[in-house]
Every structure is written in structure tokens, then in C-alpha cells.
């Protein structure tokens, strides 16, 4: 396959034109409405019936120890497997699934990975979500 990688706040590709989209945690790392403005975007270029696998952070997570922001973000990490970074979104399954309202779910795994053998067991987790753009009627 020919793969492309762009900005997904405003991805440079024709209407309906991929069957897959992948992304790995970006969505996390932007505000709510920047994730939702991003996943309409994917909508847009993926084809009918074409696939998006997103991978975003779970409220399960061990950095996610304060309240976000009021746009969703949680700022200043100093705790678990995600410090450093500027934002991190985390998400509950309710999150996840409005983030895909319209798309058809076709898996929603919730991962889970504690380093055993680290004194403090910080759990890095997340939802691996497969969602396809239903076909035009």
C-alpha cells in the first residue's frame, strides 16, 4: 500500500479517498474539540465502509490522577507512564463512544500494560477502537 502521513486538523487529501486511517495516541494529545474536529476529518477522507483505528488513553491510566480542564485536557503531569508532555486527553468508554457517535464500532478494546516488576506498578492503558464509516444510503 502507499502510505501517507499528514496533520489530522486539516489532512490535505480528496473527499472519500482511504480505506484505513491509523492513528497512535495523537488524539490524546489535543483537546476534546481538537479530536473531535480531527475525527470528522478522518470521516472525510475515508471512504465509505473504510476503517479508522484510533488509540487514545484511558482514564485508567496512572497519570491521569487530577481533573482536567474544562476543554478535557489535563495539564502539568507528574505521575505515571505520561509526564513531560504538554495535554493529554484520557478517556472512559462513554468518552470514546461519543467521540464516534455516527461510526459503526466494530471493536472497542480496552489495554491495560503494568510493568510487574517496577515497585509502583504504573499501568499505561488505553482503548485500541476500530470504528468504520458506514456506507452511503
Not at 484511558?58 to 490522577?65: E, I, L, N, V
Not at 489495554?111 to 516488576?117: D, F, N, P, T, Y
Not at 517496577?118 to 482503548?127: G, Q, Y
Amino acid at each position: 500500500g502507499d502510505l501517507k502521513v499528514a496533520d489530522f486538523v486539516s489532512l490535505p487529501f480528496a473527499d472519500a479517498s482511504f480505506d484505513l486511517v491509523y492513528e497512535r495516541a495523537a488524539l490524546s494529545f489535543t483537546t476534546r474539540a481538537g479530536a473531535a474536529s480531527a475525527v470528522r476529518e478522518v470521516w472525510r477522507v475515508l471512504k465509505p465502509g473504510g476503517l479508522f483505528q484510533s488509540g487514545l488513553y484511558s482514564d485508567r491510566d496512572t497519570s491521569f490522577h487530577k481533573a482536567p480542564d474544562a476543554d478535557g485536557a489535563v495539564r502539568g503531569i507528574t505521575e505515571g507512564t505520561i509526564t513531560g508532555g504538554s495535554q493529554v486527553c484520557f478517556y472512559d468508554a462513554g468518552l470514546v463512544r461519543d467521540l464516534f457517535a455516527g461510526w459503526d464500532l466494530v471493536s472497542m478494546k480496552h489495554i491495560e500494560e503494568v510493568e510487574a516488576l517496577a515497585a509502583d506498578r504504573l499501568a499505561h492503558c488505553e482503548w485500541l477502537t476500530i470504528a468504520r464509516r458506514p456506507d452511503s444510503k
